[in-house]
């Protein structure tokens, strides 16, 4: 792990995802850079990589969940959807500290491998050759560690549409950003009500409460549209 200004032999972290239960939030701080997975896909030639996975694992889940009998009752559906969503997450959680502690690995190769051709040691090729292997296989294990965190969030989107009994429909980038947009905007006042998005159904009008409404949250906002920690 490497945060910029800050030694890296410096650098303790406390594995909280060893303890803690699995979430959307901890995959979403454990997941591959995307702009590193976009230059290892550049870099490594990947011909086979998805962009639309995200997509067709949201559409595979909410068709699963269709087919399901959910339950009714307010605790018994939430430890249904909560279990749910650990099994889906569960995976990539663990593809990613994988690959975390492999791209360790290959950052200390590689600071071995720089030392040792600076001194000029006659081990330096071997050394080198080890680091070129490191980053390769860390290389691989972050790309399938975006593969499955691309899973889980798409799973996990349909997952939360259900559990809110909202309605599945196919994720709409330009609809959900425009939604975006509009809900940072204030909510204007028509009569004695509030107009306000929705990402689903466009504007639509409640009634206004006697104080001003806090913003709606961005877990809210995210739900509506696509879950992604992009």
């Given at each position: 792990?490497?945060?910029e ?24 701080d ?21 962009p639309?996975l ?9 068709q699963?969940?269709?087919a ?15 279990a749910l ?33 600076q ?21 691989r ?38 939604w975006?947009?509009?809900a940072a ?5 028509v009569?004695?009500a509030e107009?306000r998005?929705?990402a ?31």
């Amino acid at each position: 792990m490497l945060i910029e200004g800050v030694w890296h032999e410096n650098l303790v972290r406390f594995p909280v995802e060893k303890r803690a239960r699995a979430s959307y939030e901890m995959m979403c701080d454990l997941a591959p850079d995307w702009r590193m997975i976009s230059y290892l896909i550049d870099a490594l030639e990947i011909e086979d990589f998805d962009p639309n996975l995200r997509d067709a694992a949201d559409r595979d889940m909410a068709q699963n969940l269709a087919a399901m009998v959910v339950p009714e009752g307010n605790a018994t559906r939430r430890n249904f959807f909560t279990a749910l969503r650990e099994e889906v997450l569960a995976p990539a959680i663990a593809a990613c500290i994988e690959a975390k502690r492999l791209a360790d690995d290959a950052y200390r190769a590689s600071r071995m491998a720089i030392d040792t051709q600076q001194k000029e040691e006659l081990n330096a090729f071997a050394l080198g050759r080890r680091a070129n292997h490191h980053l390769n296989v860390s290389a691989r294990a972050a790309l399938e560690a975006n593969r499955l965190c691309e899973i889980a969030r798409g799973q996990c989107r349909a997952l939360t549409l259900v559990e809110m009994h909202e309605p599945w429909v196919p994720f709409d980038a330009r609809e959900a950003g425009a939604w975006l947009v509009e809900a940072a905007k204030p909510a204007k006042a028509v009569g004695g009500a509030e107009t306000r998005p929705d990402a689903a159904w466009g504007t639509r009008t409640v009634q206004a409460a006697p104080t001003r409404r806090a913003p709606e949250s961005l877990a809210s906002v995210a739900t509506r549209g696509r879950l992604g920690c992009r």
